[in-house]
């Protein structure tokens, strides 16, 4: 078992920048790929990006590249979003998952067992 814990989040005007911080516990992370998504209400919740057990690795989705940035503390079992240049479509519930036997893309949620409760990020404009 794997519990994540998800912080950080919070009301940011726009342009301003935050940084999220998944903390796992209960078993390493050392050797999972670690991803973010967010949702809003009434959509899909949806891939931001993730980064490989190596942290050599790294995806993110197009409307976020240049302005997030994933990274991981393996001594720390933590993984961070660091949010640049916050838009208000960046507004959403960010969750943090895990997964280990990977079918495919970074990207599809089916690939990830283990998830946080969420974040809420506010971005005003």
């Known amino acids: 078992q794997v519990q994540l814990v998800e912080s950080g989040g919070g009301l940011v005007q726009a342009g301003g920048s935050l940084r999220l911080s998944c903390a796992a516990s209960g078993r390493t992370i050392s050797n999972r790929v670690m991803g973010w998504f967010r949702q809003t209400p009434g959509k899909e919740r949806e891939f931001v990006t993730a980064?490989?057990?190596?942290?050599?690795?790294?995806d993110y989705t197009d409307s976020v590249k240049g302005r997030f940035t994933i990274s991981r503390d393996t001594a720390k079992n933590t993984v961070y979003l660091k949010m640049n240049s916050l838009k208000p479509e960046d507004t959403a519930v960010y969750y943090c998952a895990t997964g280990s036997r990977f079918i495919g893309s970074y990207r599809s949620k089916a690939n990830y067992d283990y998830w946080g409760q969420g974040t809420q990020v506010t971005v005003s404009s």
């Open positions: 980064i490989s057990w190596s942290g050599v690795s790294t």
